[in-house]
């Protein structure tokens, strides 16, 4: 009875794993097929690699979409830092609850509407006003900063709720002025939230195709569009073995930043012990 | 160290007379909203000593501190420092420091770099920073803790660190935001003689907030009773103990067994008390010289001066038969709790200065007792 309870735990277990990565695995496998065919296997090959770095097209929207990503990312984390302290550290002002409700609203709000309203906005304000005069880089980084300005506001302002005040008033009674108590104390103590803030919206970004595909305009080609476009002509193995250095990449990200933390939590474990023992 | 703390301080208190006032506040209110937190308060804190605010969570005490700091406006009334008005000053340009209850240490820097945050922002070179925190570090016995990170401290070595970064600016004033609230019972009482210790070596002057009766008696020179935002009662540990004057503050501060009772006769030397819950009425060695129409009094007794005997008191005041309801065992004394005749229950403290003495037992008849100058006579 043990042992047969014990080996469909293991079996459910083995289900799950397949569930999550069979998938990507098929992927990784296939993007080492000779064959340009991507159901038919026809022996080990890294010609697609190659093939793949060659495709001017498919890099640019690469590089499109990392600097989108990036600049996204450090937009949304400056103003959900700004709109963080004013809905934690401003106790009270007429309309805040409004103010946070509204903030996170794009959490809640389908792709869809968020990318159509955009489009509707910037179409506008090329006819009255003559700008932006071509959708493109700009329109989406615009677009992609506001969905992620709601993510990275949650991320902060939890962290800065949590924080401890009187550390900023500490600050303030040795003598800092309130702008430098903010930078010498509130900003390193929420560091951590921010970072997460913007590896968040950094992925988000590089993520998204609804949004940016409305929004996008000419010579504004972002991966996701890309692929989403190729794919549809037909699965092709460049696609796999870009899918898989995404992969690899990701994969190695997420091990280091596992065994910085290991190691992080090592050395305070340490630490702990040394101050228990005076 | 216990006994030069308190050597020391005599000398305080035998110079407090002539030491001038530090900090005054005046007739301050404070409102949060429509709440009432502060309200009306006048205190003067004099030159080196240590004074603190007692109070129950609510009473205003915290607010009065964080007035003082800057970190929040009164909504009247002035705070002077040295006479000059520092009400509306913000908190980063007042000479006043103060020590938080969770202590506040930046988690990202080291202890040195902690004490040394106040210095730099005062522009000084940086060898006389690194002279003054050394000093600092060795002040709190905390010069081999230099380079730790405050999550590698214990609760007691942070502490140190938060004294020492108040007071390397050399404020004028230090405030302590209940000083050993982190602590454990047995570390708080070692710390309470420590802090002071140190404070005293300083010479700083301090205001605490605290809502242990312990840690103020045992560190303050003079104690401000607070209860509703209003100041009950300012005086030593002594007098707030002995003398309280008020029903709140007999009772907030230790225990005590009130009687209620009717002036029968009140001369200048002596006055006695009719009270339904004793056999035998009540006299104190000293009169009531206001000339109150109010008849009525209360009688507050602590239970350490509340005798209790097998046999019946000589005498015709100050006494009543009981029968023993309760007795609390606590190893250095026997809390009896004597049901009088008319049901009313007081408290007895008797030292337990025999081992395994011969003791009235539960249900025993006794008679308590105590002398004509024990109690104090409260105007309710």
Redesign the interface.
């Known amino acids: 009875m043990r042992s047969g309870r014990f080996s469909l735990s293991v079996t459910i277990f083995w289900l799950g794993i397949f569930f999550l990565y069979g998938p990507m695995l098929m992927l990784i496998i296939y993007s080492f097929n000779a064959s340009r065919m991507v159901q038919v296997w026809a022996g080990w090959s890294t010609r697609w690699y190659g093939e793949l770095f060659q495709d001017q097209q498919l890099m640019g929207a690469v590089g499109r979409s990392l600097q989108i990503a990036f600049y996204s990312a450090s937009t949304a984390v400056v103003i959900g830092m700004l709109a963080s302290i004013v809905m934690i550290r401003f106790t009270r002002f007429r309309g805040r609850t409004l103010f946070s409700g509204m903030i996170t609203a794009p959490l809640v709000m389908p792709d869809v509407i968020i990318g159509i309203s955009m489009l509707l906005l910037f179409v506008a304000m090329a006819q009255s006003l003559g700008w932006p005069a071509q959708r493109g880089m700009l329109t989406i980084w615009i677009a992609h900063t506001t969905f992620c300005v709601a993510y990275s506001t949650v991320v902060i302002s939890s962290r800065l709720r949590e924080m401890d005040q009187s550390l900023e008033e500490a600050a303030l009674d040795l003598g800092a002025t309130p702008i430098k108590a903010f930078f010498l104390v509130t900003l390193p103590v929420i560091s951590p939230a921010i970072i997460s803030a913007w590896l968040l919206s950094f992925t988000l970004s590089l993520d998204d195709v609804v949004i940016a595909s409305f929004v996008t305009g000419p010579g504004a080609t972002t991966l996701p569009i890309e692929v989403f476009s190729q794919v549809k002509l037909g699965v092709t193995p460049k696609i796999n073995a870009l899918a898989t250095i995404i992969i690899g990449v990701v994969s190695i990200v997420a091990f280091s930043s596992w065994l910085l933390f290991r190691k992080i939590d090592q050395h305070n474990r340490a630490a702990a012990r040394m101050a228990a023992q005076g | 160290m216990a006994l030069a703390a308190g050597a020391r301080r005599q000398q305080h208190e035998a110079s407090a007379e002539a030491k001038k006032t530090l900090l005054s506040i005046e007739k301050v209110t404070k409102y949060f909203d429509e709440d009432l937190a502060v309200d009306n308060v006048t205190l003067e804190v004099r030159q080196g000593e240590i004074f603190a605010l007692l109070g129950a969570s609510g009473s205003g005490k915290s607010t009065l501190l964080r007035m003082m700091?800057?970190?929040e406006n009164p909504t009247e009334g002035r705070i002077l420092l040295e006479g000059e008005d520092i009400t509306h000053q913000?908190?980063?340009?007042r000479q006043?420091?103060?020590m938080?209850?969770?202590y506040?240490l930046?988690?990202?820097m080291t202890v040195e770099q902690n004490l040394a945050?106040?210095l730099k922002?005062?522009k000084l070179s940086k060898d006389v920073i690194i002279d003054r925190v050394q000093r600092m570090l060795k002040l709190v016995h905390m010069e081999k803790y230099a380079r730790?990170?405050p999550?590698?401290?214990?609760g007691g070595?942070k502490q140190r660190v938060a004294l020492a970064?108040?007071l390397a600016?050399q404020p004028k004033l230090l405030l302590l935001d209940e000083p050993m609230g982190a602590l454990d019972k047995k570390l708080r009482t070692e710390m309470q003689l420590e802090v002071v210790d140190i404070l005293e070596n300083v010479g700083v002057t301090c205001v605490m907030v605290t809502h242990d009766q312990e840690e103020a008696m045992t560190m303050a020179d003079r104690i401000a009773i607070m209860d509703q935002g209003f100041i009950q009662q300012v005086g030593s540990p002594v007098d707030i103990y002995e003398s309280p004057n008020s029903r709140m503050v007999a009772e907030f501060i230790g225990s005590v067994n009130l009687f209620d009772g009717q002036i029968i006769d009140d001369q200048e030397d002596h006055m006695t008390l009719h009270t339904d819950d004793l056999d035998a009425d009540i006299y104190i060695g000293h009169g009531v010289t206001s000339g109150v129409d109010e008849r009525s009094m209360l009688f507050a007794l602590r239970p350490e001066k509340t005798l209790m005997t097998r046999e019946k008191p000589d005498g015709d005041y100050n006494w009543s038969s009981g029968i023993v309801h309760d007795i609390a065992y606590l190893g250095g004394h026997t809390v009896y709790y004597v049901r009088l005749p008319q049901g009313k229950i007081v408290q007895c403290f008797l030292a337990n200065v025999e081992r395994r003495a011969d003791r009235p037992t539960w249900d025993d008849p006794v008679y308590v007792h105590w002398a004509s100058d024990s109690g104090v006579v409260l105007r309710s």
């Open positions: 700091a800057g970190f913000p908190p980063y340009q006043i420091n103060m938080f209850q969770s506040a930046f988690p990202h945050f106040g922002q005062e730790r990170k999550h590698q401290l214990s070595q970064r108040s600016k």
